[in-house]
């Protein structure tokens, strides 16, 4: 089972319960899946190739966990960097993709390689009805997370 699908069950079974604590601030399960969902289906419009491993800017820790566990419930195994410098330091072979955030100005880094960069907005924590369970990738037993 992956960690967004706990997440979607207790945004079900305890909606109100923190799930986490940002900058201060309590986000509930029900907020935290709402999230998740939100980002895979800007994540789906982009359309990213179907192997390799994806690469997540962390700018913020809350964010990196809404894009992570979205790009994983697609199927994508992750790996999570600072910088552009510390990506490319990795040297992953089979790198597909880049995804950061949308700064609050906009801007996106630029990366002179091969690997796409995609951005998506930032996460949006508002207390929602707990919604239905987003889809899960079939290939999803076979994701993960590169430390």
């Known amino acids: ?15 109100a319960a923190p799930a ?5 601030r309590s986000i509930s399960y029900s907020a935290f899946a709402g999230a ?7 994540i789906s419009a982009c359309n990213v190739q179907s192997s390799g491993t994806v690469a997540v800017m962390i700018r913020n ?6 894009i992570t566990l979205a790009l994983q419930a ?5 790996i999570c960097v600072s910088s552009l410098e510390s990506l490319e ?5 089979n790198l597909a993709a880049l995804f950061v ?5 906009g801007d996106a880094p630029e990366y002179h390689g091969s690997v ?3 951005t998506v907005s930032k996460s949006s924590f508002e207390e929602t009805a707990p919604s239905e369970n987003a889809a899960i990738a079939e290939n999803s037993n076979e994701c993960g997370h590169i430390l």
């Open 116 to 118: 796409p960069i995609f």
């Open 74 to 78: 697609k199927g994508y195994t992750t």
């Open 89 to 93: 330091s990795l040297q992953v072979k």
């Open 36 to 42: 998740i969902s939100r980002t895979g289906t800007e």
């Open 61 to 66: 820790l809350a964010d990196c966990w809404v």
């Open 20 to 24: 986490m604590i940002d900058d201060g």
């Open 1 to 15: 089972m992956l960690i967004a699908q706990y997440i979607y069950h207790f945004g079900k079974v305890t909606p």
């Open 101 to 105: 955030n949308v700064e609050e100005n």
